[in-house]
């Protein structure tokens, strides 16, 4: 069982999972891109990328914040980097899982329940 630690990340806001040291190494990288593509990257991997899109979801909201940010089987570690000037702040972006199976299982799920909420409105 992993065990997180919460960290404010800079120029964020929102509170973002870190594991320990210990538990990282029980972990497997499923995606690392710029925050910018993070969230194509997660669901060509998850699979979800074609029902994302037949319901207009990629218009709507960001599938990183609305959908990964709040799986339990999910590391995602941001790292502020610049140009070296301070002019250019990007957030780079490695994802890890402990479980991949289950992960996709819960991202399906999270995302069928959006959907579902979606319709009621």
């Known amino acids: 069982m992993k065990q997180n630690?919460?960290?404010l990340v800079p120029n964020t806001g929102r509170d973002v999972k870190q594991t320990t040291i210990a538990?990282?190494?029980k972990l497997k990288e499923i995606a690392n891109s710029d925050e910018e593509v993070i969230s194509d990257e997660l669901l060509s991997w998850s699979g979800l990328w074609g029902i994302w899109?037949?319901?207009?979801l990629h218009k709507l909201v960001d599938f990183t914040e609305a959908i990964a940010d709040h799986c339990d089987h999910i590391d995602i570690d941001r790292t502020e980097m610049d140009?070296?000037?301070g002019n250019y702040t990007r957030v780079w972006v490695i994802v890890e899982t402990d479980d991949e199976e289950e992960l996709k299982r819960e991202m399906e799920?999270?995302?069928?329940?959006l959907i579902k909420s979606?319709?009621?409105k």
Do not use: L
């Open 5 to 7: 630690v919460f960290t």
């Open 23 to 25: 538990a990282r190494s």
């Open 53 to 56: 899109r037949h319901h207009g």
């Open 83 to 85: 140009d070296g000037d």
């Open 109 to 113: 799920t999270r995302v069928r329940q």
């Open 118 to 120: 979606r319709k009621k």
